[in-house]
T-cell receptor, first 117, second 115 residues
Framework: GAVVSQHPSRVICKSGTSVKIECRSL??????MFWYRQFPKQSLMLMATSNEGSKATYEQGVEKDKFLINHASLTLSTLTVTSAHPEDSSFYICSARQGATAAYGYTFGSGTRLTVV | KQEVTQIPAALSVPEGENLVLNCSFTDSAIYNLQWFRQDPGKGLTSLLL?????REQTSGRLNASLDKSSGRSTLYIAASQPGDSATYLCATSNAGGTSYGKLTFGQGTILTVHP
């Protein structure tokens, strides 16, 4: 089945530094990937849609200059949290779908726990 | 805008019991509906995917039904086991409106199966 690999699984960084999270589709090409944020005991909140070869589309209220998304190939999307602050600490999850439509559903990565100290 | 609601928010049952998790959605313009499982601190594992034209899907002890016209889906777990303890999320893949092309998640049902 479709597999999405996300790295790192856990990262601790100092306030003011930047952190990059990678999301890879291992056995399929993903023209579209999605980045979510999850707060404790809450459901997933969509942050942005990552499109291969073009700019990401951000959800309302998400700062595009803080959360930089790059989707340079059909198997890799990256999320960079720039100038991280403690309030950016959260669980970040990526997902990808096979093909241009949702016919095959969505596959999720294992998530990244970001802690900013 | 699509809204997805899951009931109950939490469920605790003894091992061996059959149980039903409920999911309702407000906009019937969906491509499909997907049930996921999330263990603490982990990503989401897809359990079942039901296309909008389908009525149900089965995988092992799991059975999911879909009634698109009434905006409802149920996940039935037979003979529950402690290993089934997790948060169960349903999500619609939306075909219209402002949620087009995106997944909308419910808040989840936290299931605890005790020995």
């Amino acid at each position: 089945g479709a597999v999405v690999s996300q790295h790192p699984s856990r990262v601790i960084c100092k306030s003011g530094t930047s952190v990059k999270i990678e999301c890879r589709s291992l056995d399929f090409q993903a023209t579209t990937m999605f980045w979510y944020r999850q707060f404790p005991k809450q459901s997933l909140m969509l942050m942005a849609t990552s499109n291969e070869g073009s700019k990401a589309t951000y959800e309302q209220g998400v700062e595009k200059d803080k959360f930089l998304i790059n989707h340079a190939s059909l198997t890799l999307s990256t999320l960079t949290v720039t100038s991280a602050h403690p309030e950016d600490s959260s669980f970040y999850i990526c997902s990808a779908r096979q093909g241009a439509t949702a016919a095959y559903g969505y596959t999720f990565g294992s998530g990244t726990r970001l802690t900013v100290v | 805008k699509q809204e997805v609601t899951q009931i109950p928010a939490a469920l605790s049952v003894p091992e061996g019991e059959n149980l039903v998790l409920n999911c309702s959605f407000t906009d019937s313009a969906i491509y499909n509906l997907q049930w996921f499982r999330q263990d603490p601190g982990k990503g989401l594992t897809s359990l079942l995917l039901i296309q909008s034209s389908q009525r149900e899907q089965t995988s092992g002890r799991l059975n999911a039904s879909l009634d698109k016209s009434s905006g409802r889906s149920t996940l039935y777990i037979a003979a529950s086991q402690p290993g089934d303890s997790a948060t169960y999320l349903c999500a619609t893949s939306n075909a219209g409106g402002t949620s087009y092309g995106k997944l909308t998640f419910g808040q989840g049902t936290i299931l605890t199966v005790h020995p």
